[in-house]
């Protein structure tokens, strides 16, 4: 492997001062006395906002790799059934680490060359996957990258915002879900002013603690909760359904299509080989614990209910895990739009702006298809499958794969390659079974046994609840007592046994219930009799409709 330094390898970019990956920041020359005073802002800054070690990266692949799909994934193992559900993680978290590698050394690939040729200054530039692609395969490959991963962007960033307004429904519902995505859509736009993943260090690290907590308390809760009352685990039922939380875990383990920024903004990237996979090992000690805890205390409950927070009583420790959720959520959605801020700054010409107020507010258009798409789609749950099954089996597994098996198929590219595979997945020959094996089952399994299925799952939402739906899988609200000047007036006073009987209110009745002959005067009914039988015309009014 071509290390930093000479050799026409990577450069060593540990130069804090300088900060060339991706942050656009000026490396401007200062006197002593402007260092001295600024010494400790400077170490403050470079403390919480600027990064590109080793860490950062593993903190960014975890925290983005785990956000709101942590919610989801007891709906997948209701879905799936225990024993699928534990298999298919563990499955497609290999395969997704293996895919982030490929990703990984097409990078590094790519940058080497451009280095060696010095036909470009980085500096100022993000790397982004279309345009390894480009510079590798050419434009059709970089046309197919730039399609599917910014699709699949987009709607990344719709999903974390209909989940902040699912989360937030649970603590506050005062408002309603739709009314909620207005307030988060808001507040997410703010992600507008951060400039790279060179300054996501604090927010990565504490998105990881964050979805740490919430795990941890999906699996207690859950267990101190214990079995809801005549439990049932009957998944898998339907393969509907089975494909459908299939694929909803192979959308978990896909949250690479950014593994290109984040790579561009370490100091070193030949470090990142094996992050990914040690990123997905901590991952999958989150995942594995909250979703079967749950599984196992409500069963097929969470069929109906694709937010596992829905079922769990409301307490402060759930609600601090809601609030929790919801800040790294931000975060999430961050890291799912700043790849399309990159791409949007290069399209009109402002990538290379060093005023972070203009770059800001031209990356605002982006925001509005993302407000507008979450709105439309509320279904938190069935969107992360049909994502899963059309955009993240394309971007991050089938794409990499033949990518990488296209850009060394000759041998002297593979003799020249800056990496080659490793011994213990067999050299160049097993890559390559690897590679086919990997397009062959998510292209057959994934997009289309799962495309299927989350589409029909995805369609059903749809007929169920409507485009646009107000409150999605919203639990009805009790109706309270009315207040005492809207109740009902009292009964009439009864009349006299000589008399006729008085009208009442309620004499439109009588077209329904014709008024018996009375050749003999009866006693009047008493106040008590007289209110059920006003209770019975009601109800019978109310249920046709007048």
Not at 38 to 48: A, E
Not at 289 to 303: I, Q, T
Not at 461 to 489: D, E, I, S
Not at 519 to 541: E, Q, T, Y
Request: glycine share 8%; proline share 7%; net charge positive.
């Amino acid at each position: 492997m071509a290390a930093g330094g000479g050799g026409g390898g990577i450069a060593d970019e540990k130069a804090p001062a300088a900060e060339a990956f991706g942050g656009h920041l000026e490396a401007a020359e200062m006197t002593e006395a402007e260092e001295e005073h600024s010494g400790v802002k400077s170490r403050l800054s470079g403390l919480l906002w600027h990064g590109g070690s080793a860490y950062d990266a593993w903190f960014s692949c975890a925290s983005n790799q785990v956000a709101q799909v942590l919610l989801t994934l007891p709906y997948s193992f209701a879905q799936l059934g225990m024993l699928s559900g534990v298999l298919f993680q563990l499955f497609y978290g290999l395969l997704g680490s293996w895919t982030a590698y490929l990703i990984s050394i097409l990078y590094l690939e790519y940058r080497t060359r451009r280095e060696r040729e010095k036909a470009a200054d980085f500096r100022n530039h993000v790397i982004q996957w279309f345009e390894v692609l480009d510079g590798l395969l050419g434009r059709h490959w970089r046309n197919a990258g730039l399609a599917f991963n910014c699709t699949f962007l987009l709607f990344g960033s719709v999903i974390q915002l209909i989940g902040c307004a699912s989360n937030i429904y649970y603590v506050n519902d005062r408002l309603d879900k739709r009314t909620w995505t207005y307030v988060f859509g808001a507040c997410c736009a703010t992600t507008v002013f951060i400039p790279s993943f060179h300054n996501y260090r604090v927010w990565s690290f504490l998105g990881l603690v964050m979805t740490t907590y919430t795990a941890w308390y999906m699996a207690v809760a859950s267990l101190v909760h214990g079995q809801v009352e005549g439990v049932q685990h009957s998944g898998p039922t339907r393969i509907v359904l089975y494909f459908t939380g299939a694929t909803n875990i192979l959308y978990t383990f896909g949250g690479h299509a950014v593994t290109v920024e984040i790579m561009h903004a370490m100091w070193r990237p030949q470090k990142f080989k094996a992050i990914y996979l040690l990123a997905t090992l901590y991952v999958l000690t989150l995942t594995l614990p909250s979703a079967a805890a749950s599984y196992w205390a409500f069963g097929d409950e969470l069929l109906t209910h694709s937010n596992a927070l829905a079922l769990l009583p409301r307490t402060p420790f759930r609600d601090a895990a809601v609030v929790l959720m919801l800040i790294h959520q931000f975060i999430t959605f961050g890291f799912a739009c700043t790849p399309l801020y990159f791409v949007w700054e290069k399209l009109i010409g402002l990538h290379d702006c060093r005023s972070l107020c203009k770059r800001a507010a031209a990356r605002l258009p982006v925001v509005v298809p993302i407000w507008f798409l979450a709105i439309i789609f509320p279904f938190f749950g069935p969107i992360n499958s049909a994502v899963g099954s059309l955009l993240v089996s394309f971007t991050v597994y089938i794409i990499p794969a033949l990518a990488h098996m296209v850009t060394f198929r000759s041998p002297q590219s593979r003799e020249n390659a800056v990496e080659r595979p490793p011994r213990f997945a067999g050299g160049w020959t097993g890559a390559y079974v690897i590679n086919s094996f990997v397009v062959a089952w998510v292209l057959v399994v994934g997009f289309g046994f799962g495309g299927w299925a989350s589409i029909t799952n995805f369609v059903q939402q749809v007929n169920t609840f409507g485009l646009f739906a107000k409150c999605y899988q919203c639990p009805p609200h009790l109706t309270a007592a009315p207040p005492a000047a809207f109740m009902p007036p009292p009964p009439p006073m009864a009349a006299a046994p000589s008399m006729p009987p008085a009208a009442t209110a309620f004499n439109a009745t009588g077209l329904f219930f014709p008024p018996l002959p009375a050749p003999v005067p009866a006693p009047a009914p008493s106040p008590m009799i007289n209110f059920f039988l006003r209770h019975h015309h009601r109800g019978h009014h109310g249920r046709h409709g007048l």
